[in-house]
């Protein structure tokens, strides 16, 4: 049975996806940059998506790449060195996790790439990886439950706590998304699936509020409207998908677990 290659699978998506390949009794290749002793059924190899360096051993002899590796910049460079690598292996079934919105918000301006830039650049991605003439399934998903929490943790920093006015999320949690994809590579290529979003949206304010009780911090949260076409989408949900709101485990429950870890 040839491996399954899971690019960036030490990251907050690939650690959940792995164990669940290896609960279907699939072979797991995992790429990443730093280097990993092998483990039961989990291969390690390194890498550097953004330069191609060590692509070719990786993709070498897969049927399915599961592509997890992201950053908040440069995912359309990545996309590009990942097809260009995996076509000269052959024809790998690429399943590629993408984000609600990547077709819905504008990024013309430079106030637009420097807050909304990831959107630009997965849906570049998702257009490469199209366009490579492989297999592929690309799933789009809302704001992990996890990126919240650590977003707003950045903002907590200062006395005043910041966000953006009139923004709404529909957080899902990653478990969830990662079980979605583990189907979707064991499944056929489908090109662009149905969207994964969480059962609830929220203002970013309500969700500001629910951080700082549960963190036991005190700040004041104040609402400043962004300028720029991309935050006008935002505001108006181009980042929601509430007819997909598929997802069960919500905000509240993932910051209970939080609590009980002490974070």
Sequence with gaps: ?????????????????????????????????????????????????????????????????????????????????????????????????SVVGADRVPVVSGIDRAMFGYFAAKREAEQVIAASGLPWTTLRATQFHDWVWTTLGTMAKLPVLMTWGGARFQPVDAGEVAARLVELALDEPAGLVPDIAGPRVYRMEELARDYVKATGKRRLILPVRSPGKAAAAFRAGANLAPERAVGRRTWEDFLAEQKRRGR
């Design 1 to 97: 049975m040839s491996p399954i290659l899971v690019t960036g699978g030490t990251g907050t998506l690939g650690r959940l996806v792995v164990p669940l390949l290896r609960k279907a009794g699939c072979e797991v290749r995992v790429l990443s940059r730093g280097g990993h002793e092998p483990e039961n059924g989990i291969e390690y190899v390194t890498g550097d998506m953004s330069t191609g360096e060590g692509l070719q051993a990786a993709v070498d002899g897969v049927e399915t790449i599961v592509h997890c590796a992201g950053s908040a910049k440069g995912d359309e460079v990545k996309a590009r060195n990942l097809v260009q690598a995996a076509s000269r292996a052959g024809a790998p079934h690429v399943v590629y996790i």
